[in-house]
C-alpha cells in the first residue's frame, strides 16, 4: 500500500541520515578503513534473497543496516582481526 511504501522511504531516509551524521564523528584505524574501501570497490557477488521478497525501498534500507552495523563494529567492538577473519569467512 501507499502507507507502507511511505514508511519505508522514511525509515531509510533516516538511515542514511544518521549513518553520515556518525560518519563524521567516527574513526577507524587505517587497516579497517583499507578493508571498507576494498570492499566498495570489490562488492561479494552472491545470492539475493531479497530481490524475490522486498520491494526496493525495503532493500536499500536492509542494505544500509548492514552496512551500519559493519561500520559501528569496525569502530566500537570487533578488532580488526576479527573483521578480516569475518569478511573471509563470507568470501
Known sequence: SELNQKLSELRREYLRELAIHRDKQRTIGTRAQRV?????????VFLEPLNYLLDETTKEFVRDCVAERVRLELQTGGSESDMSRCLRDLE
Not at 36 to 44: M, S
Open 36 to 44: 571498507v574501501d576494498a570492499l566498495l570497490e570489490q562488492p561479494v
